[in-house]
């Protein structure tokens, strides 16, 4: 099957589209015949210009008169303009003499029906994901005003693992013409009839979206079960009589929710189906993944709900209630200089690392609690907004070598305060304090905790004071990590602490980390930062193998350097060693995204969101996995609530930059990219997003500007040739994207691994030199 249709081999005694052949000679060397279907012949073609296969429809003789030329190219026009993923796109369209065509990417896969047709039914995760996509591109096709009218799974091509629906827009032409060409069950016009809504079959010409809902409700169902719910000559009555049987009537392992999904789909009247097609992704996407177990052990692990639109409010307050809870709010620095404040902010981390040893007490995650630095709001509204019941906050005063530090810890329901203390001691005791501060939550808390428990509350990683005040420089530095110049010293601080300690763990695996950032979003050479990352976080695990934050910094320099397995494993492991460490869950929703297992990569995202709700990296990684995902709108939905939190967030401005531009909404994405470039001049790859974006909105100059601008900066600093391949294939330059492409392989130039099956090479993928940055990746 190829475009579409089904593949035939006709003997034919005479060309039926010699003068086509002439006119397109020199542009597209048209082959055989690939496929025919009631209203249009398909054949395989090269595209002399491009070098590459195409698919060429030619309408047959009798719809395509009786469409007009005139018509066709209006229509085929409206459809020309849809640039969605999941939607088969056309290259070209015209006429010659009596012949109607238009051409599309040749799709190297199989078509819905064949797959059907091998496997019978389909598997469940498999089935929703096929629904979850063709729903997202009808719901795109629907807010631009175009309806398919023909949704059946011999439209519904498979390719590269993702669903991409063909032939929109010649239905709906041979519709508005009134064309009745006799199908093989005599029924007329466009559309099929299994497959046809109610009142498609009663001849309805107002048509709206729902009839395209419950056309995929039928191919849904006949993933399910194998066979459609309404089919033949007895099935045309019983679909204005009687309801489907449900799903799992005749297969045993379909759940519950989904017979409600495909019954909602399937209601006879429109008023009662889904409105918009955005509504089925969202209780297909909502449900709980089957595909991985360890997912959902975890979440319960944690006290985390394994279903994220299943558990109640009631049952979600009941839990926190039973649970003690705290947050750590950032300590204020009282110290004569600014410069302090990476000090009282190391103070205030290492409290939250040691109260989250505690399996018994909730501790809000440090990025969330320092994420209300400097904001003026009232306990019970931190409380509520952090979901705990108590807080505690501080102060912090450095002089010289003495140190002042005041504690309080406070109920959120009331404001009244439960516990405060205040230490002056000489600096080299900072550790005692710290110990001090979280043994006195514990007996105000009335945890109960184990010796076991008890040791590793007070667990230190070194022993030496001036290391770790250079730890806490480090560590303060890469939070600022876009900042220009701010990794570099992290880099001098995390080395200057191990020369004081060696064996410093932490220090280890913050040098990792500092190393790993620039490699990620093309600051740096891999060669420049991969081994150096490799070597520290290996070390910190050397010498610590139990310490969560060591496993996943090696896990995710692992994910880098494109070691897909042992990313894996070292990530599972580090969720292992502490169930409630987010980064380590949102790291691991990354590598799940990337290796393409979306369900388990939404789920990840999701633990990692619940226990660090107001991170930038929870949230826009949760953005990203929808990104990958191509649930465009829900990653709106969540990069619009981060920045809402942090305008300036880098994650939040990638990830909504790259779901508007996929969702065709490019005024929006061109914004936030520019708030991007403003906020981060030095960084190359929003400016090259910049670009990209205004390549697919048309604005090839503004994109050809920005080119050049980067290459210019090539001459003099790194600019990675992930970035540029970005921009050449959305200015449809597929030879020079490859090139570059061919660039990023060979330099393993890490942003490559954001992934290559995004909406940002939709225009190059079904060449077959994709294929080897597929093989290139590892994913194949």
Same mark, same amino acid.
Request: proline share 7%; with cysteine; net charge neutral.
């Given at each position: 099957?190829?475009?579409?249709?089904?593949?035939?081999?006709?003997?034919?005694?005479?060309?039926?589209?010699?003068?086509?052949?002439?006119?397109?000679?020199?542009?597209?060397?048209?082959?055989?015949?690939?496929?025919?279907?009631?209203?249009?012949?398909?054949?395989?073609?090269?595209?002399?210009?491009?070098?590459?296969?195409?698919?060429?429809?030619?309408?047959?003789?009798?719809?395509?008169?009786?469409?007009?030329?005139?018509?066709?190219?209006?229509?085929?026009?409206?459809?020309?303009?849809?640039?969605?993923?999941?939607?088969?796109?056309?290259?070209? @369209?015209?006429?010659?003499?009596a012949l109607l065509y238009y051409l599309m990417p040749y799709v190297s896969g199989e078509t819905l029906r064949a797959r059907i047709d091998r496997e019978r039914q389909v598997p469940i995760d498999a089935a929703v994901q096929i629904s979850c996509e063709a729903a997202d591109a009808l719901s795109y096709a629907h807010r631009q005003g175009v309806i398919h009218r023909d949704i059946k799974p011999e439209n519904i091509l498979l390719s590269g693992g993702h669903a991409v629906i063909a032939d929109f827009g010649i239905a709906r032409a041979i519709d508005l013409a009134g064309v009745q060409a006799l199908t093989r069950t005599g029924m007329g016009g466009p559309g099929t009839p299994a497959y046809m809504s109610p009142e498609q079959l009663l001849g309805d010409r107002q048509l709206d979206g729902r009839s395209d809902i419950y056309s995929l409700g039928c191919v849904l169902y006949e993933m399910l079960v194998g066979k459609p719910p309404f089919a033949g000559k007895e099935g045309f009555v019983k679909r204005f009589t009687e309801p489907a049987a449900a799903p799992s009537s005749l297969r045993k392992d379909v759940p519950d929710w989904l017979d409600g999904v495909v019954g909602k789909a399937l209601a006879r009247n429109p008023e009662q189906r889904y409105s918009?097609?955005?509504?089925?992704?969202?209780?297909?996407?909502?449900?709980?993944?089957?595909?991985?177990?360890?997912?959902?052990?975890?979440?319960?692990?944690?006290?985390? @709900?394994?279903?994220?639109?299943?558990?109640?409010?009631?049952?979600?307050? @009941?839990?926190?209630?039973?649970?003690? @809870?705290?947050?750590v709010l950032p300590f204020a620095n009282m110290s004569a200089s600014p410069d302090n404040e990476y000090f009282s902010d190391g103070m205030t981390e290492d409290i939250i690392n040691a109260l989250s040893r505690i399996p018994t007490l909730k501790v809000a995650a440090r990025t969330s609690t320092f994420s209300l630095k400097g904001k003026s709001l009232g306990v019970a509204e931190i409380g509520q907004l952090l979901n705990v019941k108590t807080i505690l906050e501080g102060s912090v005063r450095r002089m010289d070598q003495r140190v002042r530090i005041s504690a309080q810890l406070v109920n959120t329901s009331d404001g009244y305060q439960i516990w405060s203390e205040r230490y002056d001691r000489d600096l080299e005791d900072v550790f005692k304090i710290q110990d001090e501060i979280a043994r006195n939550i514990v007996d105000q808390l009335k945890l109960k905790l184990t010796p076991a428990q008890h040791q590793a509350l007070g667990k230190r990683h070194t022993d030496n004071v001036e290391a770790y005040e250079l730890y806490l420089r480090g560590r303060h530095c890469w939070h600022r990590w876009n900042v220009k110049g701010a990794l570099e010293k992290a880099i001098r601080h995390y080395e200057a602490a191990l020369a004081k300690d060696p064996d410093y763990a932490l220090a280890y695996s913050g040098l990792a980390d500092a190393y790993n950032v620039p490699g990620l979003w093309g600051m740096l050479p891999a060669s420049a930062v991969l081994s150096k990352a490799l070597a520290a976080a290996t070390r910190a695990v050397e010498i610590a193998p139990d310490l969560a934050e060591s496993r996943t910094s090696l896990g995710f320099v692992q994910l880098l350097n494109w070691d897909w397995e042992a990313a894996e494993s070292s990530l599972l492991h580090a969720i292992e060693l502490n169930?409630?460490?987010?980064?380590?869950?949102?790291?691991?929703?990354?590598?799940?995204?990337?290796?393409?297992?979306?369900?388990?990569?939404?789920?990840?995202?999701?633990?990692?969101?619940?226990?660090?709700?107001l991170s930038p990296a929870s949230n826009g990684i949760a953005a990203l996995v929808s990104y990958h995902a191509r649930r465009y709108e829900q990653a709106v939905s969540e990069c619009e609530r981060a920045l809402e939190r942090d305008s300036t967030s880098f994650l939040g401005l990638l990830a909504v930059t790259l779901s508007y531009a996929a969702l065709g909404k490019y005024k929006e994405a061109i914004s936030h990219a520019e708030r991007g470039v403003e906020l981060s001049p030095d960084l190359n790859l929003l400016r090259a997003l910049l670009a990209a974006v205004n390549a697919m909105a048309g604005d090839r100059a503004a994109a050809e500007r920005i080119l050049g601008e980067l290459l210019e900066r090539s001459k003099q600093a790194y600019v990675g040739p992930t970035m540029i391949s970005w921009i050449y294939a959305n200015l449809d330059e597929s030879d020079a994207a490859f090139e570059w492409l061919r660039k990023a392989c060979s330099t393993h130039d890490c942003t490559l691994g954001f992934g290559i099956r995004v909406p940002l090479y939709d225009r190059i993928s079904a060449d077959s030199r994709f294929q080897e940055l597929v093989r290139c990746l590892h994913l194949d």
């Open positions: 099957m190829k475009g579409g249709v089904c593949v035939t081999n006709p003997l034919a005694s005479t060309d039926p589209i010699g003068p086509l052949r002439a006119a397109l000679a020199g542009r597209y060397e048209i082959g055989r015949e690939i496929g025919q279907g009631a209203f249009a012949t398909v054949y395989l073609a090269n595209d002399s210009r491009h070098e590459r296969q195409v698919a060429l429809k030619v309408l047959n003789a009798d719809p395509g008169s009786q469409i007009g030329e005139l018509r066709f190219i209006r229509e085929i026009r409206t459809v020309a303009r849809l640039q969605h993923p999941n939607i088969l796109p056309l290259h070209d @369209s015209g006429h010659v003499e918009r097609a955005e509504e089925l992704v969202r209780d297909l996407s909502r449900q709980p993944s089957v595909e991985r177990a360890s997912v959902a052990i975890v979440s319960d692990a944690i006290g985390l @709900s394994d279903k994220p639109s299943g558990r109640s409010k009631q049952v979600s307050d @009941s839990r926190d209630t039973e649970q003690p @809870s705290i947050a169930p409630r460490y987010a980064l380590a869950h949102s790291f691991y929703a990354w590598l799940l995204s990337i290796v393409d297992r979306p369900r388990e990569a939404a789920e990840s995202a999701r633990i990692g969101q619940e226990l660090d709700p």
